[in-house]
């Protein structure tokens, strides 16, 4: 496998082979409406892609899958849902070199999913059947489709608040006051 041409969440240019997976289907297709800037329903009306599922056993992952998971690892959690990747991708390096195989973070592009950030190379084997290679993970083809009807409204483009961090950071807020006031 040759490394990604183009820098990513996780990886910069250059960097080993990576694999970017969404937990769910509207979860992959928000994460291609935002990367390709698509806003409007006629802009995605003749979008056609394959949606696949796999079947994964990775043993060190690193696990943010909440903000508040990510803030108790000294992870700032507002990096993972920032337009500027740098912050993740200097955390991917540092997993990656600590021998970590992936990272489970929320989606930028849907406060409501969830991503599987796959480090190394890997290779599609056949679904049903035990992987020979430790690079091998069964895959296999569920779907070739359109994005389902509405859900460019739910994509988060670039410049705007990620709705899960601000519930977040609101929560934090609160739980903070009300520990001045219980100190006080």
């Not at 200097?90 to 970590?100: A, I, N, T, V, W």
């Not at 430790?134 to 859900?151: F, L, N, Q, R």
Request: charged letters at 25%; hydrophobic letters at 35%; glycine letters at 8%.
């Amino acid at each position: 496998m040759r490394p990604n041409s183009e820098s990513g969440r996780w990886h910069r240019t250059g960097d080993g082979p990576i694999q970017y997976l969404s937990t769910t289907v509207e979860g992959a297709w928000s994460e291609l409406i935002r990367a390709e800037g698509l806003q409007s329903e006629s802009e995605v009306a003749f979008v056609r892609m394959p949606m696949w599922v796999a079947e994964l056993q990775i043993e060190r992952l690193a696990d943010y899958s909440a903000f508040e998971i990510a803030e108790e690892a000294g992870f700032p959690p507002e990096a993972l849902v920032d337009d500027d990747y740098t912050r993740c991708q200097d955390e991917g390096l540092r997993l990656r070199s600590e021998g970590f195989q992936g990272v489970l973070a929320p989606s930028a592009a849907l406060s409501e999913a969830m991503n599987l950030t796959i480090f190394g190379p890997r290779i599609a084997s056949t679904w049903g059947r035990q992987p020979i290679l430790v690079s091998s993970i069964p895959a296999t083809k569920i779907a070739v489709g359109a994005p389902p009807e509405g859900i460019v409204q739910r994509v988060r483009q670039r410049g705007v608040e990620h709705e899960g961090l601000q519930r977040h950071q609101a929560e934090r807020s609160r739980s903070r006051r009300r520990r001045d006031d219980g100190a006080n």
